[in-house]
């Protein structure tokens, strides 16, 4: 069976992918967190492609049944957190990515291959 937060995962990156994220990153890292299972980390190049981004993480997950226990950051859009109890997703502009660097932070954590999570179906 598979695990929810896997699932959920899999389908925000469907939705990041869709409306073309740059630089989709999975972290797993339900070893060394009790945050969550998966960090998902995105890029958009402007304040629309953020928006647009998270609307529609929102809007899959929400059809599969998962809502947000909370959104933060939509309106600035530099930076904004989803936050869904089994994954996270931050959805970036370019220079708050880079600033942040959440990868470096939470390199415990284990890179999931994004192509292999949307293909385990």
């Given amino acids: 069976m598979e695990r929810i937060g896997k699932k959920m995962a899999r389908i925000a990156c469907e939705a ?17 967190s009790t945050l969550a299972d998966y960090f998902i980390i995105a890029s958009g190049s402007n304040v629309n492609q953020v928006q647009a981004l998270v609307d529609n993480v929102d809007e899959m997950l ?5 809502e947000p226990k909370q959104i933060e950051g939509y309106h600035g859009a530099s930076w904004v957190l989803m936050d869904y109890g ?11 990515r880079l600033f942040y660097d ?4 939470w390199r415990d954590g284990k890179l999931v291959d994004v192509k292999e999570l949307c293909d385990e179906k």
């Fill in 102 to 105: 959440l990868e470096r932070i």
């Fill in 62 to 66: 929400g059809r599969a049944g998962y």
């Fill in 86 to 96: 089994d994954i996270v997703v931050h959805v970036f502009d370019e220079e708050n």
């Fill in 16 to 32: 990041l992918e869709e409306k073309k994220a740059q630089e989709l990153r999975v972290i797993d890292i339900e070893s060394v």
